[in-house]
């Protein structure tokens, strides 16, 4: 059952930018064949997370309370980054039949606080190692910019949240 109006699912909508009906929320394509599944029991901070091929375990660091037995949500923002980076760079590299052996990316998040607001700032760093002329760094820098995830999060993100009663908890 779902614990949300219909005038509170039209105004969402409106909110992500569809002037749609509710009932053309199939013309809507998700990006993943089914959706992220994740779930968290007594043990502190530690949660469950099943992807369409697997499972893995977030946590958080010792110092927050945590047993660190996985990635924090900040280094699994940070991994989609650097994943789609790395991915895209070496599709492009390949597609050119340019000569680049080894890529790195290191990611990093920060805050930064000006006029009493606070604005997130992701820090990514290529790394090639064999040397490339400029016209072709140039290029590179162009994808790693343009990657699927760099977009994404450089876009306008609207997240919708709904409450879902479970009806086979017998109360």
Same mark, same amino acid.
């Given at each position: 059952?779902?614990?949300?109006?219909?005038?509170? $699912?039209?105004? %969402?909508?409106?909110? +992500?930018?569809?002037?749609?009906?509710?009932?053309?929320?199939?013309?809507?394509?998700?990006?993943?064949? =089914?959706?992220?599944?994740?779930?968290?029991?007594?043990?502190?901070?530690?949660? $469950? *997370?099943?992807?369409?091929?697997?499972?893995?375990?977030?946590?958080? /660091?010792?110092? +927050?309370?945590?047993?660190?037995?996985?990635?924090?949500?900040? $280094?699994?923002?940070?991994?989609?980054?650097?994943?789609? =980076?790395?991915? =895209?760079?070496?599709?492009?590299?390949?597609?050119?039949? +340019?000569?680049?052996?080894?890529?790195?990316?290191?990611? %990093?998040?920060?805050?930064?606080?000006?006029?009493?607001?606070?604005?997130?700032?992701?820090?990514?760093?290529?790394?090639?190692?064999?040397?490339?002329?400029?016209?072709?760094?140039?290029?590179?820098?162009?994808?790693?910019?343009?990657? /699927?995830?760099?977009?994404?999060?450089?876009? %306008? *993100?609207? *997240?919708?949240?709904? +409450?879902?009663?479970?009806?086979?908890?017998?109360?």
């Amino acid at each position: 059952m779902f614990l949300r109006s219909s005038s509170a $699912t039209q105004r %969402n909508m409106q909110m +992500l930018g569809h002037k749609r009906d509710v009932n053309n929320i199939a013309q809507m394509k998700y990006l993943l064949e =089914t959706p992220l599944k994740g779930t968290i029991g007594l043990q502190k901070y530690e949660t $469950t *997370i099943h992807w369409r091929n697997g499972v893995f375990i977030t946590d958080e /660091p010792e110092k +927050l309370g945590g047993r660190d037995l996985g990635p924090d949500p900040y $280094t699994l923002l940070l991994s989609s980054l650097v994943g789609c =980076t790395l991915a =895209t760079l070496r599709m492009y590299i390949d597609h050119k039949g +340019l000569a680049v052996s080894e890529i790195e990316v290191q990611a %990093n998040i920060f805050y930064k606080i000006e006029d009493k607001a606070s604005a997130a700032y992701m820090e990514r760093k290529i790394i090639f190692r064999e040397p490339l002329d400029q016209d072709i760094e140039e290029r590179l820098l162009r994808v790693a910019e343009n990657c /699927p995830i760099s977009k994404l999060l450089k876009g %306008n *993100i609207n *997240i919708s949240t709904e +409450l879902i009663k479970d009806e086979s908890i017998v109360e």
